[in-house]
Structure formats: C-alpha cells, structure tokens
C-alpha cells in the first residue's frame, strides 16, 4: 500500500509544535488490515474533513489528524507495510513534545491510573475503580481532544497552565484526610480512591453504628413514614426524576411541573388558601421567609419604623424560633416570643403599630390545637399578617388555616412519604392570600398555552425571584426541594382525599387511646385548647412528671428500650404517634411507661382493643369543606395506575438518562448508582434528626469525616454542612463574616458588601439578608476580569464600613481572572473578608483552593461539584468553609448537644437550617464521591471538565463569537457564546436557539445569564468526547439554519427557530403544511436523531399568558387557554 508522510521543520514557539505535523493517511491495504484486525475501528471509506482537521471516525477513536497551521516542506510517497504503517499512526496520534519544550511549575501529571483505568500488573488494584466510570473521556481521547484546540496542547498539564494564572496554582498535590473505618480497605489504590464494592463496605461500616432498631416518637416536626415502594422504587430511586435540572424549559420539563402543580393544588386545598409555590427548604426556614414576606407587604414608612417586631407562640417548634432568630437579626426585626393567647392577645397588642405580623403552630408542638379567629381578627385589626405553621395530615381532619383568616400557611411535608433521613432533604410547603402572590417566596408552576393553544405548565412570575430583585429581594431561595415534593405529591395521589384523612384518624385515635391507657396507671397527659369542649388532641401528648428526676428516669427506662421520647423541659416529656404505630408499638410503649407509673400498678397490655374509638372534633376547629377534589387525586391508587402515572409524566422530561445538560453555572455531571444506593438504607433515612446522639455515632462520623475532606479540598479550618442549599450557605457565610466584623470591632459598623455586578442574584439577596448594604464593583466587560482599580477605590473609601466582598471564582464570566490574589489583598487591607461563592468549584478541585487564593469563607454546591443530583430543582446541599478565626462563628443547633459541644463559644450562632446537619440523608453521595474517586482521581477529573469545555469552544468558535477567554484563548470549566448578533441579522435571540436544542434532544445551555441574549455552556467531566461532538454538532447545524436566514433564504418570522420545538402532534396533526421548512427538517436535522429521539410533550409556551392569567393549582383550565 502507499501512504502519504508528511514533515514539518521545528519551530520555536512551544504552543505550536505539535501543530506543525501533518499526519499520514493510510490507505486501501491499510483499511483492511484495521477491519481485518480491529473490526470495532471504521474503514477509511469514511474518512470525513472538518474544518481543522481530517478526521478517522470509527468506534469512538481518532487515528488520525491533519492541521491546517502545519506547512509541509516536502510530501514524500513510501511503501510501508500494514502494520507498520498502523504503528506510525498510533505514535503520531500521541507525540512526545521537542526536547526544547520547557513548561512553568509542575502540575501533577495525569496519568492513566488517574483516570482508575485497570492496571493489570498491579494486583492489589481494584478492578472496580471509579473514576473511568465518573469521567467520560478515556486518556487516548483527552489526547485527541487536547490536539484538536487552538492553539493545541501537547498534554494536560500545558493545557492546566495556559488555563489557570500561574500565582493561584497549587504549591502541593491535593491530600484528602482517609475516613474512619477505611484502614482494611484497599485504599491504597494508585488513584487514591477506593474501588465501588469497598465503598459499599465502608458505608456498612458506619451503618454497623447507627441504631435503626429503635423507635421514635420524637415527632418536633419529624415523623416516621411509609414510603410506597412504587415511589421509592420509581422517583426517589429513578434517575429520570433524579437527574434533571429546575424546569426552566418547560417544554421538555413537562413532567415534573404537572407533580410539581399536584404539590402546589395539594397545598392550596388543606391549607385553604389560593396562591402556594413549589416548595421551600424546611420549614424553619419557611418561617423565616413568612416573617419576611410579611415585612415585605408593609406600607413603607411601617418597614423603615425603628423597634418593628415579629411576635411568635412559644409552642411553634424549638428549631424554628432558633432559625428565624438568625434571619430577624440581619432585617432588623425584634423578635418577640411568648404566650400569643394569655390575656386576651396582650403580648400582641403591646406591639402597636411596630407589629409585623403573628406566627402560630396548629397543632402546636406540645400538640395542643387553638382556635385562633378571634387571635386572627384581632391581628388584621392592628395591621399585622396572620401567618400559620401546620401539618398537612392534620389539615385533612382540622379546619384550614385560610378559613380563620390566616394570610399565610407553611410547614413540612416530610410526613407525606418521605423519610425522616436524619434532618433531610423534605420538602417545606408554603401558600399566601392572593394579595401577597408576587411577594411569595420559591418557584411557582404555573398554567399557560403552547403555541398550538394546548394546555402547558411553567415557571411564572420569575421576575420576582432574587436573580431579578438582587439586594431588592427579601428572600434568596434559589434551589428548593422539587424531589421531595414530588415525592409527596405522589402519595397524595397515591392515597387520594379518603386515604389520607383514613391515616390521620387512625393515627388520632391511637393517640387518643394511649392518652386513655396513660391516665389510667397515674400520669397527667393535660388536652391544651381553648375550645368549648376543652380542646382536641391530633398526634402528640406531653406526659407532665412531678420532678427532673422521675423525668430523666422515664425517659432512661425508655432508652434502655431503644424507644426515643422527647425531653420538652425538665420535667415533661413529650410522644408523638404517625402511621407506622400500630398496636404492638403502643403495647411497646406502655411498657415502658409502666416502669415508671405513678400508681405502681402493671399495664393492662392485653386490653388494648383493635377495635379503635372514634373521638369527636369541636366544632370551630373541625374542617367541613371538601379538598383534593381534582381527578388526579382520585384515580391512580391501584400500584399498576400509579406505576403508569408515574412513568408516563417521568417520559416528558429530559434528564441525565437522555443526554449531557450543558447548563453554565450549574455542573450538571454524573450522579452514580453507587454513591445513590446508601440513602435508602434505613440507617441512612429512617433517623430522627434528634436522636440521642450515642444512638447515631456511626452517622455523626461519616459528616465529620465528610467535613474534614471538604476542608482539605478548599484549604479551610472547617466545614460544616448545615446550610441545605448554595443560597443557605451564602448566608450562613455573610452571616459569619458579620459576627465576626461586630466582635472584633464596633457592632454595626462594618456593614458594607461588595459585589461584582457580574454576580448571581443569591449574592446580593444573601447579603441584604445579613444585614448589609451592597456596593457594586465594575468589571471589565472586554475581558470579564473584576474591575482592580474600581474595588481599590471603593475599598479605600469605605475603609471603615467594609465587611466583606463577595467574588465567584472562576468568575462567572467563565474565566480564570489573573488579579483574584491581588483583590483579596486590596480588601483584606482594607479590614474586610472574603466570601468565595463557590458555584464553579468544579474547576478548582486538586488545582487551586479557595484558601490559598485567600478566601475567608467559600460554601460549596454538593449538588454541583460534589454529585448530588439536583432532583429537578432541589434538594440541595451548601456547606460552607471558614478560615480559622471565623471557626467560632459557625452555626449551632439548640436540640443537638453533640453540635453544641463543637461549638464551645460562649454566644454561638443561632441554626441556619431546621436540623442540625441539614439535609444529612443525601450527604453519603458526596462522601462516595469523594472517597471513590480519590484526591488524584478528583485532581484528574477537575481537569477533564476545563478540556471538555475548552474542546466545545474550540468546535464552535469557528461558528459562533465566544464572549470571554484569557490570553492564552481558554476559558475555564464553562464559556459564554455570544448569540446577541443574531438578533440583527436574523431575528434569532438566544431563546430561539434554546429552543431549537431541544429539537436535537438537548437541553439548552444557560440561557441570558450573566449577559442577556447570550448561551453559557458548561459540559462537565462525565460526558464523553462522542456527546461534546453531538452537541456541538448540533449547534453548527442551528448556525447553518440562522445563515440560511441571514441569506434570505428563509423568512425571519416562521422560520424553524422561529417555530422550535416541535412536537410529535404538531408535525402529524398539521395537515396543511406551508412552512418554510419540511417536517423532517423540523424533527431530524441530523443523522443520529433516527436512532434517538427526545420528543419535546408541548410546542413553545407562552410566557406572558401564563403570568398574566396566573393559575397554580390543578383545575378545570380550558376556559382559562380559551
């Protein structure tokens, strides 16, 4: 056979070497020698030209590559045999760099062990390493991919160095502490992770000290549940549910907003009130946004009255006062706690005009049940709002608060078939008056039309969220919990109105049963109510001793039994029933009682009936109007229904399961089977976050050991993982800053945030938060980088008010900015601190950290960087790290005396989050992250997401303007593509293009954020070369479209832009077709879409109907589409 040789003369530039050789392209005999001998590798029959390189396509593997920089001096014609001409190949597809080739500091080599790809020889090795797993591109194909850049880069660690500044490089390999318990595990692994199955081992390990075997009846806000295994099995388990992104594109988000309005309608009818959002974090932190919203709705000149206050009953739940004690402090609020009742309202009426609004449990947690018209009216008639803390189940028997006039209604889901999991993640439930609609904190799932006039649902009224509002905003909610509010919405739908109020009764009269049995051996267990009949019990009982000590020995007895009573004060105890109870567990608990029974007689276990008494409901507090009236509550209760509601609203949506979402700011990567599978183990998710703390050593040490390893990764003192969300996090970090800022200075005084305009809207809502006044910083808009002499002006202005400045680091322009260092120091001289927002974390992680660049404080994505799935919009985890003189700041909980005891400072922090480690069920995934990849293998991959990003943008920029680079023309772990010409030439904006995506079956990238009109692109390290080349694919086809406007061929108006996505309905139920386009045009614009297509449910929605004809529940819609 002949081949082609091609040679190229040295040249002295490095960044150009490996540019310089033309490859040889071996021909007919060749050809049959690789189908003969590698029948996976195509033949040279399709050999195809891109636009820099000539590429052999088969089997996911590039052979060979030409550059169009390269000058030939001479193309010789030789005769080489098969094989050696196949050997040449693969030494020329992977080139060693010239002797003359010289770098800057070394950055640890990538090396196939790295990547835990087998190492036959090494026998000790894993054979079941994960990171080949986690990260897509092999190290032949990062190879390729690293040659096919422009400029190229002969290996990973040039690449690394043209990325990152020089001075922000890490002085040391990335060192991750070895968790507990991993000592006979093989660890030692070359990658430093351990293999899948060890893992499993490990996380047995710590579940060998978690005590699942008790029983609580702690209740607080926490109950056991059963979880259908139909929804166990197919949404929390399903990672069609859980990998998808918050449905910011409705139309392939279908699915998940239709359970998502099931939540929002079931949260309407209990609470009787019109307008509820998709859920909110937990419920403590649902009060704190009440208390805010309720400042919010004021007249002006009423929020800016010194001394205004927030009254709240001292029977609402010990965690929610601790947490909304923490959010009064940074808006100024008095918060007033006390008897809301005792004598005629007075702690309300003391209030005057400086009262805000009331907030009141129902039940309450000592389970006493008011009626509160006479409080309500006496509230509305001082001015304030009216807002109630309550209990979905019980609503199904009590009357709603919106008929005794409350404004606003909120609590905890979790009761609704999701597991306690040790604090979290649930789903908070939150509804409002009609007035109070655009004020509303969360998301809001909305009723509009697609563009054929068909019933669609969105997002609505998304100007009034934080990253419109920015400080404006008095809420910073950003990711909630949408999977744990599916999770409920199913059981509601699973168990229908009769289901549901069934449960409630049966758990009523146990409770009522237990009561009587209590009595009956000498206990006070007191009804608390002001009805005429003396009140009503729900699920809880308070048990009232006459001393400490015939307390603490009731509640030993009960230890001793594995059976968890609650300790309300010293001589009170307090239980509380759910629908796991049944009357083995009540005979389980009288025995216990009956150890300490006042009249010293035995319990009667043998008469407790199974035939349970119905208990009556005063009137004024009973409910008698109808709910969950819908269809959809009242059809699917069979499994096989239920199997098939759930499938058919999970084929809607596009997720992970489908293809890369490339969403810029929001690393969407590999959520794996390995690191999901300890969250349904019940030691992992049946807990009580109030646990004695002996009971739940082995869970206390895997967060801590998690703790430790987060604070290697980013350089800091310590971490905690209370904050469950990235905008939680923000402000526990802020909130830190500015206790520290009060104690080492003037209380108030340094109350000034800077912040880059550039900055996500959480940054400046967090801050407003903490109790400071935003600045903001210019940046260079030629080159994305923060704006130096603009925050050195600023800073030396406001010397003496500066708190802090917030910076996202890459920046949110997506790139690495050269003067990070330089404006930690211009504010540390300052006397201010430095809050990193540690959103794209993803491209620090083994390269730099953010204490070496000089960060006081940086909270972390888990739901980003660390493999947490974001569920559709939640749940999330946002921990944050602190240098050492910020350690004493650090959140602490009032119900965890093991978090109180790390927390030794004699004023700590107030909780951010309802339990003390936040959503600690889900923190497992990010522990079998980190402990299986391994800190090279984390190091590894950090660099795989910058190359993966950087290879789009190399394919696309000969098509598209990219709108930020450094000097070297890379960008960081994401790029912005700037689409904003489009819009002159052929009246394409970014959404048209967002939109046509989802015709090519992908979800589209960050769309308008951080600059309007324009694509930011994140592809993270799981994808592999063969979807980035999709992708991209895809985008050049939508380009070749746009041009074809742009030349007049195609109209601007009715294009097929113009008319994406489009349906399987709209393409067959059209039957006169007069666009400009043909069908196949419409639905395969490429070739691969034959084999795999994701078909959007509805064509474009309407946005501005749907905000300006806002329906969020479920209903009879067709006059509203009319």
Known sequence: MTALVAESEPRPRASNWQGMVWYGLCAATFDTFISRSHPTLLSLGSVMAAPSSVLLRGGGRQLARCYPRATATAVGVARLSPLTAYRQCLQLASPKPPTWYSSRRHVHSSSLSDHGALQPRNLLQPLDTFPRRHIGPSPETAEQMLAALDPPASSLDEFVQQVLPADIISAKDLEVTTPNGSSRLHADSVHGGLGESDMIKLMQKYKKDIDASGKSYIGCGYYNTIVPPVIQRNVLENPLW?????????????????????????????????????????????????????????????????????????????????????????????????????????????????????????????????????????????????????????????????????????GSA?????????????????????????????????????RLGNRALRLALQTREQHIRREKATSNICTAQALLANMSA?????????????????????????????????????????????????????VELKSSAEADSLVEAALESSVYLRRINPTTVGI???????????????????????????????????????????????????????????SYHSETEMLRYITHLGSKDLSLAHSMIPLGSCTMKLNATTEMLPISWPEFSSMHPFTPSERVTGYQNMIEDLERQLADIT????????????????????????????????????????????????????????????????????????????????????????????????????????????????????????????????????????????????????????????????????????????????????????????????????PISAAPWGSASILPITFSYINMMGAKGLTHATKITILNANYILARLKPHYPILYTNAHGRCAHEFILDTRKFKA?????????????????????????????????????????????????ALIAIRAEIAAIEAGQQPKEGNVLKMAPHTQRDLLVTKEWDRPYSREQAAYPVPWLLEKKFWPSVTRVDDAFGDQNLFCTCGPVEEIVE
């Open 242 to 410: 859980y990998t998808s992104y918050t449905p910011y594109q409705a139309e392939i988000s279908q699915g998940r907003l239709e359970s998502l309005l099931n939540f929002q309608t079931l949260t309407a009818d209990l609470t009787g009130l019109p307008v509820a959002n998709a859920s909110v974090l937990d419920e403590a932190t649902a009060a704190a946004e009440a208390m805010t919203m309720s400042w919010a709705t004021m007249p002006a000149h009423r929020q800016k009255k010194d001394g205004k206050s927030y009254v709240v009953s001292h029977l609402c739940h010990p965690q929610t006062i601790a947490v909304m004690q923490s959010r009064a402090e940074g808006f100024g609020i008095k918060l007033v706690v006390g008897d809301i009742m005792a004598e005629d309202f007075k702690l309300v009426k003391d209030q005057g005009d400086r009262l805000i609004g009331v907030l009141a449990q129902y039940p309450d947690t000592e389970g006493g049940i008011f009626d509160f018209q006479s409080l309500s009216d006496k509230i509305h008639e001082i001015g304030g709002t009216f807002a109630v803390a309550t209990d979905l189940l019980a609503l199904t028997l009590l009357k709603p608060p919106g008929e005794f006039s409350a404004d606003i209604a909120f």
């Open 414 to 450: 979790q009761r609704f078939g999701v597991p306690m999991g040790f604090g979290g993640p649930h789903a908070a439930f939150f509804a409002c008056a009609d007035k109070y609609m655009r004020k509303i904190p969360g998301r809001i799932v909305g009723v509009s039309k697609d």
């Open 490 to 542: 199913f059981y509601a739908v699973y168990h229908g109105p009769e289901g549901l109020k069934a449960i409630a009764q049966r758990i009523r009269s146990l409770t009522g049963l237990l009561r009587e049995k209590l009595c009956a051996i000498g206990y006070s267990v007191p009804i608390k109510g002001n009805t005429a009949s003396n009140g009503a019990i729900f699920d809880t009982l308070t």
């Open 576 to 634: 509380s029933l759910d629908e796991t109870i049944g009357v083995e567990e009540l005979k389980d608990l009288l025995s216990v009682f009956g150890k300490t029974a006042p009249k010293g007689e035995p319990v009667d276990l043998l008469n407790i009936s199974k035939v349970i008494p119905e208990l009556q409901i005063p009137a004024s507090i009973k409910r008698t109007s109808p709910y969950l009236t819908h269809p959809v509550f009242n």
């Open 715 to 910: 350089g800091m003192a310590e971490v905690t993982v209370q904050p469950n969300s990235g905008a939680q996090g923000e402000f526990a970090g802020l909130r830190a800053i500015k206790m520290y800022q009060d104690a080492v200075g003037t209380p108030g005084k340094r109350n000034l945030c800077l912040i880059p305009v550039s900055a996500h809207g959480t940054n400046p809502a967090s801050a407003a938060m903490a109790g400071m006044k935003v600045l903001s910083v210019k940046c260079d808009m030629t080159t994305g980088n923060l704006d130096l002499a603009d925050l050195k002006a600023k800073c030396e202005k406001h010397k003496d008010q500066l708190a802090a400045i917030m910076i996202t680091y890459p920046s949110t322009f997506g790139v690495f900015e050269e003067g990070v260092k330089e404006a930690c120091k211009i504010v540390h001289e300052n006397g201010g601190q430095v809050y990193m927002d540690g959103a794209n974390l993803n491209a620090q992680i083994g390269l730099c950290s953010p204490g070496e660049i000089g960060a006081d404080v940086c909270h972390l994505n888990l739901h980003k960087t660390f493999c947490i799935p974001h569920g559709g919009g939640g749940p999330g985890v946002g921990p944050i790290g602190v240098a050492e003189h910020l350690r004493p700041f650090l959140p602490s909980h009032p119900l965890s005396e093991h978090l109180q005891s790390r927390r030794a400072t004699p004023n700590p922090a107030p």
């Open 985 to 1033: 030439t052929a009246g394409i904006e970014a959404i048209d293009i967002a939109k046509r995506l989802q015709d090519f079956g992908f979800h589209a990238p960050t769309m308008s954020w951080p600059v309007a009109n324009t694509l930011m692109i994140e592809p993270t390290e799981s994808e592999s070369k063969e979807e980035l080349d999709r992708f991209c694919d």
